[in-house]
Structure formats: C-alpha cells, structure tokens
Antibody, heavy 128, light 111 residues
Framework: QLQLQESGPGLVKPSETLSLTCTVS??????????WGWIRQPPGKGLEWIGK???????YYNPSLKSRVTISIDTSKNQFSLKLGSVTAADTAVYYC????????????????????WGQGTLVTVSS | QSVLTQPPSVSGAPGQRVTISCTGS?????????VHWYQQLPGTAPKLLIF???NRPSGVPDRFSGSKSGTSASLAITGLQVEDEADYYC???????????FGGGTKLTVL
C-alpha cells in the first residue's frame, strides 16, 4: 500500500526558506502514470495547490507562488521536496504531499489529474 | 478566493440526502475538465471520494455519487450518517492557470 510521509522543520522564521521532503514507500516514484505534488491548508481554511513534479523533473507551479517555489525529485531515494522562499506568516499552514494520477478511468492521460493518495500533513508555522 | 465556488455549509438529518454544488467557469469545469471530490474528516488529510466526475475509488460507499453539467458539478450523499460529517472539496484543472484548482470547501453537518 502506498504511503507518503512529510518531514521537515515545524517552525520557520519570516523571510527564510521553508523546506519539506516527502518520502514515498510502497510504490515507485518513477512511474509514468503519476505526478507528485504539494498542497497546503492554512489553519481553518481551504486547500491550495502549490505545484507538482513528474519523475523526469518537469515541474508545474501555482502562478501565485511560482516566484518563490521550487519542487525537486530524487528518484534514487523515492523522495520529492518543496522549497518555499521568503516566507511570511501567511505561509503558515499544514503542508500535504500527494500523488496525482495522470490517467482517467479508461487509462487515457488527463489534464485534470487527481490526488489519489495523501500524506498525513505537517504543520509549518512561520514566526520569529 | 477559490477558483471553484462551493456553499460554505450544508446540513441534513441522518438518513436524508444532501447535495453539494461546485461552480466553475469556461476555463475549468466548463472547458470539459474532470471534477474530483475529496472528504476531509476533522484533523485528517483529505481522502479521494469521487474522481472523473462520477467514479468512486474502491472502498467508497455507493451512497456517494457525483455528477457534472456545463460549468458545474455536484456531490450527492444519500442515507446520511453521522460519520459523514466532514469538509468536502471539489477539484478540477484550470487552463488559464495551467494547474489544479480547488473549491473553498463545504462543511457538512449531520443534525
């Protein structure tokens, strides 16, 4: 059974860089059928897509965060990572890593990929 | 402000049927992109509930169903149970953003 686990500091100072890693077990991160993504949820608020990466290294980011975000992948470790720079209190949130399926029911590639497996999430607080 | 619009809350009594709407635009749902639904129980990560507008992953009860028409989609829950009390989110793809978009979420209260 696929499992995803986020790890990284729970407290980051304003203007610094938030760094998180997602470790994938029970499946290969190098599968051509999936993207690997990050989503965040500020306390008491809704979900926000941050970005996603393909095993080849191709990345796609939310335009509202693109200037501050870098997502990378390490297939040898079955891990992918998130870096968010110049953080402020508004970046305080639970950060989730997730797998996105690229294929619909018929097996055809779809643009509207969906998050079929999620990590438990990790709370990152931005505060001095 | 979310790209997809959902009602902030809905409620129903045990055994009843409720629906949650998700309204988008011509660059997302209206462009033909699939809609997916997630259930988030208190204090837990979201869980995939419906994918590809109408499909249930293995293990999701058939009390949950999805539909899509034009620029909107809906999630229906029949035979409401107390354990259905959760936040529900719709998600699709937006061509103008070239990425995933979520609804603002709907809190379901089972009275």
């Amino acid at each position: 059974q696929l499992q995803l686990q986020e790890s990284g500091p729970g407290l980051v100072k304003p203007s610094e860089t938030l760094s998180l890693t997602c470790t994938v077990s029970g499946g290969s991160i190098s599968s051509s059928s999936y993207y690997w993504g990050w989503i965040r949820q500020p306390p008491g608020k809704g979900l926000e897509w941050i970005g996603k990466i393909y095993y080849s290294g191709n990345t796609y980011y939310n335009p509202s965060l693109k200037s501050r975000v870098t997502i990378s992948i390490d297939t040898s470790k079955n891990q992918f990572s998130l870096k968010l720079g110049s953080v402020t209190a508004a970046d305080t949130a639970v950060y989730y890593c997730a797998r996105l399926s690229r294929r619909g029911v018929s097996g055809v590639l779809i643009l509207a990929s969906y998050f079929d497996s999620w990590g438990q999430g990790t709370l990152v607080t931005v505060s001095s | 402000q979310s790209v997809l619009t959902q009602p902030p809350s809905v409620s129903g009594a045990p055994g009843q049927r409720v629906t949650i709407s998700c309204t988008g635009s011509s660059s997302d749902i209206g462009a033909g992109y699939d809609v997916h639904w997630y259930q988030q129980l208190p204090g837990t990560a979201p869980k995939l509930l419906i994918f590809g507008n109408i499909n249930r992953p293995s293990g999701v009860p058939d009390r949950f169903s999805g539909s899509k028409s034009g620029t909107s989609a809906s999630l229906a829950i029949t035979g409401l149970q107390v354990e259905d009390e959760a936040d529900y989110y719709c998600q699709s793809y937006d061509s103008s953003l070239s990425g995933s978009v979520f609804g603002g979420g709907t809190k379901l209260t089972v009275l």
